[in-house]
Protein backbone atom coordinates (compact mmCIF):
# COMPACT_ATOMS: atom_id res chain seq x y z
CA UNK A 1 0.00 0.00 0.00
CA UNK A 2 1.20 3.59 -1.10
CA UNK A 3 1.08 6.51 1.24
CA UNK A 4 -1.82 8.11 -0.53
CA UNK A 5 -3.68 5.25 0.42
CA UNK A 6 -2.04 4.80 3.90
CA UNK A 7 -2.76 8.48 4.49
CA UNK A 8 -6.40 8.17 2.73
CA UNK A 9 -6.82 5.14 5.45
CA UNK A 10 -5.62 7.04 8.54
CA UNK A 11 -8.05 9.67 7.57
CA UNK A 12 -11.38 7.78 7.07
CA UNK A 13 -10.61 6.20 10.21
CA UNK A 14 -11.09 8.95 12.29
CA UNK A 15 -14.38 10.57 10.57
CA UNK A 16 -14.63 14.27 9.26
CA UNK A 17 -12.70 15.66 6.87
CA UNK A 18 -9.22 15.89 6.49
CA UNK A 19 -6.55 18.15 4.41
CA UNK A 20 -3.24 17.06 3.56
CA UNK A 21 -0.68 19.00 1.81
CA UNK A 22 3.15 17.35 1.46
CA UNK A 23 6.11 18.24 -0.62
CA UNK A 24 9.98 17.44 -0.33
CA UNK A 25 12.11 20.38 -0.47
CA UNK A 26 14.43 18.55 -2.50
CA UNK A 27 12.65 16.52 -5.27
CA UNK A 28 9.44 18.48 -5.36
CA UNK A 29 7.73 15.34 -4.74
CA UNK A 30 4.07 15.57 -3.38
CA UNK A 31 1.26 13.88 -1.17
CA UNK A 32 -2.24 15.47 -1.13
CA UNK A 33 -5.61 14.85 0.36
CA UNK A 34 -8.04 17.71 -0.54
CA UNK A 35 -4.97 20.17 -1.25
CA UNK A 36 -7.45 23.21 -1.81
CA UNK A 37 -10.34 22.87 0.50
CA UNK A 38 -11.23 25.22 2.97
CA UNK A 39 -10.35 24.80 6.53
CA UNK A 40 -11.17 27.03 9.79
CA UNK A 41 -7.67 28.47 10.38
CA UNK A 42 -7.58 28.33 13.92
CA UNK A 43 -4.34 29.20 15.44
CA UNK A 44 -2.31 28.11 12.45
CA UNK A 45 -3.08 31.60 10.85
CA UNK A 46 -0.54 33.05 13.02
CA UNK A 47 1.89 31.77 10.77
CA UNK A 48 0.57 34.51 8.26
CA UNK A 49 0.17 37.10 11.01
CA UNK A 50 3.85 36.74 12.28
CA UNK A 51 4.72 36.88 8.23
CA UNK A 52 3.06 40.20 8.02
CA UNK A 53 4.79 41.57 11.49
CA UNK A 54 8.24 40.69 9.64
CA UNK A 55 7.41 42.17 6.24
CA UNK A 56 6.44 45.17 8.02
CA UNK A 57 9.23 45.16 10.07
CA UNK A 58 11.54 44.93 6.91
CA UNK A 59 9.98 48.18 5.01
CA UNK A 60 10.62 50.06 7.58
CA UNK A 61 6.65 50.39 8.91
CA UNK A 62 7.10 48.83 12.60
CA UNK A 63 10.16 48.71 15.23
CA UNK A 64 10.47 44.49 16.22
CA UNK A 65 11.94 45.93 19.25
CA UNK A 66 9.06 48.55 19.91
CA UNK A 67 7.44 47.97 23.26
CA UNK A 68 3.78 47.18 23.65
CA UNK A 69 1.51 48.30 27.00
CA UNK A 70 -0.44 45.42 27.73
CA UNK A 71 -4.16 46.55 28.93
CA UNK A 72 -6.36 44.80 30.79
CA UNK A 73 -8.99 45.63 28.23
CA UNK A 74 -6.36 43.51 25.63
CA UNK A 75 -6.68 39.99 27.61
CA UNK A 76 -8.82 37.46 25.91
CA UNK A 77 -9.07 33.97 26.28
CA UNK A 78 -8.00 30.45 25.56
CA UNK A 79 -4.74 29.41 24.84
CA UNK A 80 -1.81 31.47 26.38
CA UNK A 81 0.11 33.44 29.22
CA UNK A 82 -0.33 37.03 28.89
CA UNK A 83 -3.98 36.95 30.03
CA UNK A 84 -2.80 35.87 33.34
CA UNK A 85 -0.12 38.23 33.54
CA UNK A 86 -0.26 41.76 35.32
CA UNK A 87 -1.55 45.03 33.39
CA UNK A 88 0.76 47.58 32.63
CA UNK A 89 3.64 45.81 31.60
CA UNK A 90 5.16 46.27 28.33
CA UNK A 91 6.78 43.92 25.97
CA UNK A 92 8.96 44.39 22.52
CA UNK A 93 6.85 43.52 19.09
CA UNK A 94 9.25 40.94 18.80
CA UNK A 95 8.29 39.00 22.06
CA UNK A 96 5.08 38.99 21.42
CA UNK A 97 5.70 37.34 17.82
CA UNK A 98 7.42 34.60 20.31
CA UNK A 99 4.45 34.21 22.53
CA UNK A 100 1.88 34.32 19.62
CA UNK A 101 3.70 30.97 18.37
CA UNK A 102 6.02 29.58 21.00
CA UNK A 103 2.76 29.29 23.25
CA UNK A 104 0.12 30.29 20.76
CA UNK A 105 -0.76 33.28 23.18
CA UNK A 106 -4.34 35.02 21.84
CA UNK A 107 -3.96 37.94 23.56
CA UNK A 108 -0.45 38.70 22.04
CA UNK A 109 -1.74 37.45 18.57
CA UNK A 110 -4.61 40.47 18.83
CA UNK A 111 -2.17 42.96 20.08
CA UNK A 112 -0.05 42.23 16.53
CA UNK A 113 -3.81 41.92 14.22
CA UNK A 114 -4.15 45.52 15.46
CA UNK A 115 -0.65 46.65 15.13
CA UNK A 116 -0.50 45.25 11.60
CA UNK A 117 -3.81 44.93 10.25
CA UNK A 118 -6.33 42.22 9.41
CA UNK A 119 -6.41 43.49 5.58
CA UNK A 120 -2.25 43.95 5.33
CA UNK A 121 -2.03 40.85 6.34
CA UNK A 122 -4.66 39.50 3.55
CA UNK A 123 -3.15 41.44 0.84
CA UNK A 124 1.04 40.06 1.75
CA UNK A 125 -0.97 36.81 1.03
CA UNK A 126 -2.77 37.34 -1.93
CA UNK A 127 0.90 38.59 -2.96
CA UNK A 128 2.52 35.99 -2.12
CA UNK A 129 0.12 33.70 -4.51
CA UNK A 130 -1.86 32.33 -1.38
CA UNK A 131 -5.70 33.90 -1.61
CA UNK A 132 -6.46 30.69 0.35
CA UNK A 133 -5.27 31.94 3.39
CA UNK A 134 -7.71 34.55 5.19
CA UNK A 135 -7.58 35.87 7.87
CA UNK A 136 -10.79 37.30 9.16
CA UNK A 137 -11.00 38.39 13.02
CA UNK A 138 -9.07 38.43 15.92
CA UNK A 139 -9.08 35.57 18.52
CA UNK A 140 -11.72 35.31 21.34
CA UNK A 141 -13.42 38.26 21.12
CA UNK A 142 -16.95 38.49 22.39
CA UNK A 143 -19.21 39.15 20.89
CA UNK A 144 -17.84 37.86 17.58
CA UNK A 145 -18.28 40.82 15.02
CA UNK A 146 -17.48 38.41 12.23
CA UNK A 147 -18.82 35.09 12.80
CA UNK A 148 -17.41 33.96 9.94
CA UNK A 149 -13.54 32.28 10.88
CA UNK A 150 -10.68 32.38 9.34
CA UNK A 151 -10.16 30.21 6.92
CA UNK A 152 -6.47 28.36 5.30
CA UNK A 153 -5.71 25.72 2.66
CA UNK A 154 -3.37 22.86 2.81
CA UNK A 155 -1.85 23.58 -0.49
CA UNK A 156 -1.33 27.63 0.15
CA UNK A 157 0.05 26.98 3.64
CA UNK A 158 2.62 24.25 2.87
CA UNK A 159 3.26 26.64 -0.08
CA UNK A 160 3.77 29.58 2.24
CA UNK A 161 6.33 27.39 4.83
CA UNK A 162 8.28 25.96 1.37
CA UNK A 163 9.04 30.23 0.71
CA UNK A 164 9.70 30.42 4.42
CA UNK A 165 11.84 27.35 4.22
CA UNK A 166 13.50 27.90 1.33
CA UNK A 167 14.41 31.84 2.72
CA UNK A 168 11.85 33.52 -0.10
CA UNK A 169 9.25 35.16 2.59
CA UNK A 170 10.22 39.19 3.23
CA UNK A 171 14.06 38.33 3.67
CA UNK A 172 16.33 35.52 4.37
CA UNK A 173 16.96 36.84 7.64
CA UNK A 174 13.34 37.44 8.66
CA UNK A 175 12.82 33.78 7.32
CA UNK A 176 15.45 32.38 9.60
CA UNK A 177 14.10 34.30 12.66
CA UNK A 178 10.65 32.79 11.97
CA UNK A 179 11.57 29.28 11.34
CA UNK A 180 13.64 29.62 14.71
CA UNK A 181 10.55 30.83 16.50
CA UNK A 182 8.40 27.69 15.30
CA UNK A 183 11.15 25.47 16.22
CA UNK A 184 10.70 26.52 19.56
CA UNK A 185 6.93 25.64 19.95
CA UNK A 186 6.03 24.13 22.53
CA UNK A 187 2.56 22.62 21.67
CA UNK A 188 4.76 18.98 20.40
CA UNK A 189 1.55 16.20 20.67
CA UNK A 190 0.71 16.13 17.38
CA UNK A 191 2.80 15.82 14.25
CA UNK A 192 6.17 15.36 16.13
CA UNK A 193 5.00 12.93 18.99
CA UNK A 194 5.91 9.78 16.54
CA UNK A 195 9.25 10.22 15.21
CA UNK A 196 11.33 7.70 15.60
CA UNK A 197 14.14 9.28 17.10
CA UNK A 198 15.45 10.20 20.41
CA UNK A 199 13.09 12.92 22.04
CA UNK A 200 14.73 13.24 25.22
CA UNK A 201 17.71 15.92 24.64
CA UNK A 202 19.70 13.60 27.48
CA UNK A 203 19.85 10.52 25.25
CA UNK A 204 22.30 12.25 22.72
CA UNK A 205 25.61 12.06 22.89
CA UNK A 206 27.34 14.38 23.97
CA UNK A 207 27.87 17.00 21.65
CA UNK A 208 25.35 15.18 19.04
CA UNK A 209 22.63 17.25 17.43
CA UNK A 210 19.62 16.09 17.03
CA UNK A 211 18.35 14.08 13.85
CA UNK A 212 14.90 15.60 12.86
CA UNK A 213 13.99 19.08 13.69
CA UNK A 214 10.17 20.58 12.98
CA UNK A 215 9.17 24.09 12.85
CA UNK A 216 5.87 24.25 13.27
CA UNK A 217 2.41 25.85 14.31
CA UNK A 218 -0.39 23.61 16.05
CA UNK A 219 -4.26 24.44 15.97
CA UNK A 220 -7.41 23.94 17.99
CA UNK A 221 -10.90 24.40 17.88
CA UNK A 222 -14.10 22.61 18.57
CA UNK A 223 -13.81 19.34 16.45
CA UNK A 224 -11.28 21.17 14.54
CA UNK A 225 -7.32 20.07 15.02
CA UNK A 226 -4.41 21.03 12.54
CA UNK A 227 -0.41 21.07 12.24
CA UNK A 228 1.75 22.59 9.74
CA UNK A 229 5.45 22.77 9.83
CA UNK A 230 8.99 22.50 7.77
CA UNK A 231 10.56 19.01 8.85
CA UNK A 232 14.46 19.28 8.83
CA UNK A 233 15.76 16.06 8.12
CA UNK A 234 19.24 16.06 6.94
CA UNK A 235 18.75 15.63 3.18
CA UNK A 236 14.90 14.37 3.11
CA UNK A 237 13.59 18.30 4.42
CA UNK A 238 10.24 18.25 3.41
CA UNK A 239 6.95 20.62 4.67
CA UNK A 240 3.37 19.32 5.67
CA UNK A 241 -0.20 20.62 6.45
CA UNK A 242 -2.79 18.45 8.33
CA UNK A 243 -6.07 19.85 8.18
CA UNK A 244 -8.95 18.40 9.67
CA UNK A 245 -12.97 19.26 10.75
CA UNK A 246 -16.21 18.35 11.36
CA UNK A 247 -13.87 15.84 13.71
CA UNK A 248 -17.21 13.50 15.52
CA UNK A 249 -14.01 12.44 18.54
CA UNK A 250 -11.41 15.63 18.42
CA UNK A 251 -9.00 12.31 19.96
CA UNK A 252 -9.30 10.34 17.05
CA UNK A 253 -8.53 13.02 14.58
CA UNK A 254 -5.66 14.17 16.36
CA UNK A 255 -4.10 10.07 16.83
CA UNK A 256 -4.98 10.04 12.65
CA UNK A 257 -2.74 13.80 12.39
CA UNK A 258 -0.09 11.83 14.61
CA UNK A 259 -0.39 8.38 11.94
CA UNK A 260 -0.47 10.69 9.11
CA UNK A 261 2.56 12.44 10.13
CA UNK A 262 4.35 9.60 10.90
CA UNK A 263 3.83 7.77 7.15
CA UNK A 264 4.52 10.92 5.07
CA UNK A 265 8.03 11.39 7.42
CA UNK A 266 8.87 7.37 6.16
CA UNK A 267 8.02 8.26 3.04
CA UNK A 268 9.61 11.16 2.31
CA UNK A 269 13.09 10.32 4.84
CA UNK A 270 13.20 6.80 3.96
CA UNK A 271 13.47 6.02 7.29
Known amino acids: MG??????????????????????????EEMLLN???????ASVIKIPIMVEVFRQAEEGLLDLECRVRLAETHKVGGSGILKVLS??????????????????????????????????????MRRLGF???????????????????????PRDMTGLLEKIARGQ??????CDLMVRIMKQQQYNDLIPA???????????????????????????VSRVRHDA????????????????????????GEEAIRGIFLETYRHFTRA
Do not use: C
Request: hydrophobic share 45%.
Open 3 to 28: VHEKVADLAASAGGVFGVAARSLHTG
Open 35 to 41: PDEPFNA
Open 87 to 124: AGMKLPIIDLVRLMIVVSDNTASNLLIGIVGIDQVNET
Open 131 to 153: PGIVLRRKFMTVPVAKPVPSSIT
Open 169 to 174: VVSAWA
Open 194 to 220: LLPVPGDEDELLSGEMPRVEIAHKTGS
Open 229 to 252: GIVYAPGRDYVITILTKELPRPRD
